[in-house]
């Protein structure tokens, strides 16, 4: 394999998502990081619009809707995700109109985390967890689960400084535990009343352990 090579692959599977719009805002390329964000199969080839009409009822995406589309040569903005993360793009113009688009998950970067006391939602609560997962310092990371039913003001009083609360989608009470591994994640756990406790695995986005939680 040529260094030429080796370029464009990691260009066309790495984590940067990369995607090319015609002057009638059109897809006509994309990474495997962009169509995996947006939803889209490998042949997809649909208008921004529809791109974006596509997500929202599949429910993925930017929480807010994205402004239309900028005539401006170059512009960067920062996105909040329904998964949890957050995202930079930044959008350029060629010279016949073709609009060129990369964006990178800036998780990591995120503002403060919220104190110990809050029990978050469901969106605050994912992006919580996705900058936790993009830390270092917070591995190694788990996540356990508490009935609908437990009183998050009990479980908010008993937590550590450290630990993160969130009200999941089905009712649920889900504690983000950083820098705790399994054994001590699983002492917490006895002690608070978990039902599940569930090991982050590097690399996985905070929608994919969800789904495990």
Do not use: K
């Amino acid at each position: 394999m040529t260094h030429d090579d080796l370029w464009w692959q990691t260009l066309h599977d790495g984590p940067l998502m990369l995607a090319l719009f015609d002057a009638d805002d059109r897809l006509l390329h994309a990474n495997a990081a962009y169509r995996q964000a947006w939803g889209l199969d490998a042949l997809s080839s649909p208008r921004w619009a529809e791109l974006v009409e596509a997500a929202r009822a599949a429910g993925i995406g930017p929480v807010d809707p994205p402004e239309r589309r900028s005539r401006m040569a170059q512009r960067g903005y920062e996105q909040a995700w329904r998964d949890g993360r957050r995202l930079w793009w930044v959008e350029q113009r060629t010279p016949r109109g073709d609009l060129a688009m990369t964006g990178v998950d800036i998780s990591a970067l995120a503002g403060p985390r919220p104190l110990t006391g809050q029990l978050l939602s469901a969106q605050r609560g994912r992006e919580l967890l996705q900058a936790l997962l993009a830390d270092p310092r917070a591995w190694p990371l788990s996540v356990a689960t508490l009935p609908a039913t437990a009183d998050p003001a009990e479980l908010l009083s008993r937590i550590r400084g450290e630990d993160g609360c969130m009200r999941l989608d089905d009712g649920r009470l889900l504690l983000m535990l950083p820098a705790t591994g399994p054994a001590q994640a699983a002492a917490l756990g006895r002690r608070l009343g978990v039902v599940t406790l569930t090991e982050a695995i590097w690399g996985e986005t905070a929608a994919a352990l969800l789904l495990r939680a």
